[in-house]
C-alpha cells in the first residue's frame, strides 16, 4: 500500500504517455500518471486501462458493451520496460502543480484504487484509460486546470481519429468501421478527441494551470523516432477479399447454377453481418453502434435468401433491395452523414455485380 500519509512535501504527478503497439487493443496507445516523491523515493504509476480475459463471461461482456476495466498500480521502471521492448515510444509530461494538489490527486488514486472501486464500465470513446485521467485531473484541480483550444474542432470525426492509428487494408480497422455507426461521424471537439492517449497529450502542452503553463517538463523517455512500429498495408485482408468476390462472381456468370450460388452466397453472409450489426444496435449498451448505415446493404433478412432459392420474384425482389441499399449508401457517404471504410468498395462491386447478373438472369 502506498503511504499517503502528510510526509510528502515533494509529490512530482506526471501524464504518461505510451505509443501504439502491434495488437489490436494497443493502436490506439496508452496513457497512465506517474507519481514521485522524493522525501520517500516513491515512483509508481497508476493505470486505468487493465482487464481481465479470465473474467467471467468476458466475451460477452464485451459485445454487450458492459466491459469492467480496473485501475492498476505497477513499479514505474517495469511499466516502461515493457512499453519499451515492444518497441513503443513514451512520454513523459510533468505537471506544475502545487504540493496540495498533488497530494489531493494521490489520495484520490488511492482511494480509487482500492478494491471495491477500481473496476469501471469502459467505453472506448467517453471512459478508458486517457479520458479517465483527464477528468480526474480537472476534478482535483477545482477549476484550475484549464484546455484553451478545448472547445475548438479537431476537423476530424470519431471515426476519422481511430481510422488514423490502423493500416488501411486490416481486418480489424474494416470490422470496427463495420460496427461503428453514423454517430462517429460527427466533427469533434479538441476536448473529444482526447480520447485517444496522443491527443490528450497534445492537449495537456497547451494546457494552463491558473493563467501559466500546466507542464514543467515534456520529455521522451523513449523517443518515437526510434521506436515507434510502421503500419503496413496488409496483403490479405477486406480488399483482397472483395477482389476474390469480385473474381467469383464473374466466373460464375455463365452457369445459372453457379450463379444462383454465388448469389445466394453473398446474400447469407451480408444477412450474417446484418444481424451482428442489428444485435449491436438494439441489444448492447454500446451508444456508437446506433444507426449504422451499413445495415441499408446488410439487410439481416437476407439469410433467409437460401430458402428462397427457387422463388423468382423473392429472389427479384432482394436482388431489387441489394441494389437499393449499396446506392443509398453511396448517397449517405457523398453527402457526409456517415463515412464508410474504402474497402467497401470491392466488396460492394462484388455484390452488386451478382445482383445485376440475377436480374438479367430473371427477368
Not at 505509443?19 to 522525501?39: C, M, N, T, V, W
Amino acid at each position: 500500500m502506498t503511504d499517503v500519509g502528510t510526509n510528502t512535501p515533494k509529490l512530482q504527478v506526471s501524464l504518461i504517455t505510451c505509443g501504439p503497439g502491434a495488437e489490436l487493443y494497443a493502436k490506439f496507445g496508452h496513457s497512465a500518471l506517474r507519481i514521485q516523491d522524493e522525501s520517500t523515493g516513491l515512483d509508481v504509476i497508476y493505470n486505468y486501462g487493465l482487464f481481465d480475459f479470465n473474467a467471467p463471461n468476458f466475451y460477452l461482456n464485451f459485445a454487450k458493451g458492459k466491459l469492467r476495466y480496473f485501475l492498476g498500480k505497477h513499479e514505474t521502471s517495469g511499466f516502461i520496460q515493457a512499453f519499451t521492448q515492444e518497441g513503443r515510444w513514451v512520454r513523459e509530461q510533468v505537471l506544475d502543480i502545487d504540493q496540495a494538489t498533488s497530494y489531493k490527486l494521490l489520495q484520490r488514486l488511492e482511494q480509487n484504487y482500492r478494491p471495491e472501486n477500481r473496476f469501471y464500465l469502459y467505453d472506448f470513446f467517453y471512459a478508458n484509460c486517457a479520458t479517465k485521467i483527464r477528468d480526474l485531473l480537472l476534478d482535483v484541480s477545482q477549476g484550475a486546470l484549464v484546455y484553451p483550444y478545448a472547445q475548438e474542432h479537431s476537423k476530424k470525426s470519431y471515426r476519422e481519429l481511430i481510422e488514423e492509428n490502423l493500416p488501411l487494408n486490416s481486418w480489424g480497422g474494416w470490422g470496427i468501421d463495420l460496427a461503428l455507426g453514423s454517430m462517429i461521424d460527427q466533427p469533434t471537439s479538441n476536448f473529444q478527441a482526447q480520447f485517444l492517449p496522443e491527443y490528450a497529450a497534445q492537449q495537456l502542452s497547451t494546457a494552463l494551470w491558473n493563467d501559466r503553463s500546466a507542464l514543467r517538463q515534456d520529455r521522451y523517455l523513449a523517443e518515437p523516432e526510434l521506436t515507434s512500429p510502421t503500419p503496413g498495408i496488409n496483403l490479405w485482408g477486406p480488399f483482397t477479399l472483395g477482389l476474390l468476390l469480385i473474381l467469383i462472381v464473374w466466373f460464375t456468370r455463365t452457369k445459372m447454377t453457379s450463379q444462383r450460388f454465388t448469389c445466394g452466397l453473398l446474400h447469407t453472409l451480408s444477412g450474417a453481418v446484418g444481424v451482428v450489426l442489428m444485435l449491436l444496435w438494439a441489444a448492447t449498451d454500446h451508444q456508437t453502434t446506433a444507426w449504422n448505415a451499413h445495415l441499408f446493404w446488410a439487410q439481416p433478412w437476407l439469410v433467409f435468401s437460401p430458402f428462397w432459392i427457387n422463388k423468382k420474384r423473392v429472389q427479384r425482389t432482394l436482388n431489387i433491395l441489394v441494389l437499393l441499399g449499396i446506392s443509398i449508401c453511396l448517397v449517405i457517404w457523398v453527402l457526409g452523414i456517415q463515412s464508410f471504410h474504402w474497402m467497401m468498395l470491392p466488396i460492394w462491386c462484388a455484390l452488386g455485380m451478382s445482383q445485376i447478373l440475377m436480374l438479367k438472369s430473371n427477368p
